[in-house]
């Protein structure tokens, strides 16, 4: 089949994020005047790696924001967030945190998560997670489209679980890492295998 977005699709649910994935969740905790906030985002994933840069994007908004999202209006706000991994053990706490609360109510609290602090921002992150990223904003920029903002950061603090590192790596079968798929789908990282490039040994 062959479909043209503008046009509609004839299916019974909307393919495109079936396609495109599996997408790592940014699961993006930030701090402001209203309080903290933790939301998780699939739209997300890093861009470069010298100096490490990440980027999420916000799609639609909510009335008490003024345009934006509870996490890209606090990033608006202090210029920093954090990005925290969904391990398959936090997948509840993860999908807890996507209700849709009113600005100034804290996700954390709200749906049981425990607050760390993070070291080289005022942020909080995800005290279970397996790993974090701290991240000051480089730039937010406006997508086309109603309401679709993408935010891009330099990672200024990386914080991992000991307990997750095999032979020095970071070992995302233990984590279990969680990803977006399309609908209500997810998947977690069970099995991986390394290919060479041509030329590598």
């Known amino acids: 089949m062959f479909y043209e977005p503008a046009s509609g699709h004839p299916l019974p649910h909307n393919p495109f994020k079936a396609i495109v994935a599996p997408r790592p969740i940014g699961w993006i905790s930030t701090r402001g005047a209203a309080g903290d906030n933790l939301a998780p985002y699939s739209f997300f994933n890093a861009v470069s790696d010298s100096p490490m840069q990440v980027m999420f994007a916000s799609t639609g908004a909510k009335p008490d924001r003024d345009g934006a999202k509870d996490s890209v209006a606090q990033i608006r706000e202090t210029g920093v967030f954090c990005c925290n991994l969904v391990s398959y053990d936090l997948r509840d706490a993860m999908n807890a945190s996507s209700a849709p609360l009113a600005a100034g109510e804290d996700e954390f609290a709200a749906a049981g998560i425990d607050k760390a602090e993070c070291r080289t921002i005022d942020c909080p992150r995800v005290a279970a997670s397996p790993a974090a990223l701290e991240c000051r904003v480089t730039e937010i920029i406006a997508l086309k489209g109603q309401h679709n903002t993408m935010v891009l950061g330099e990672v200024t603090g990386v914080h991992i679980d000991d ?17 977006r798929l399309g ?19």
Request: proline content about 3%; charged content about 25%.
């Open 183 to 201: 609908y209500r789908d997810y998947a977690a990282v069970r099995e991986v295998f390394a290919l060479s490039r041509p030329g590598q040994r």
């Open 163 to 179: 307990s997750f590192l095999t032979d020095g790596q970071f070992d995302v079968t233990r984590a279990q890492s969680l990803s």
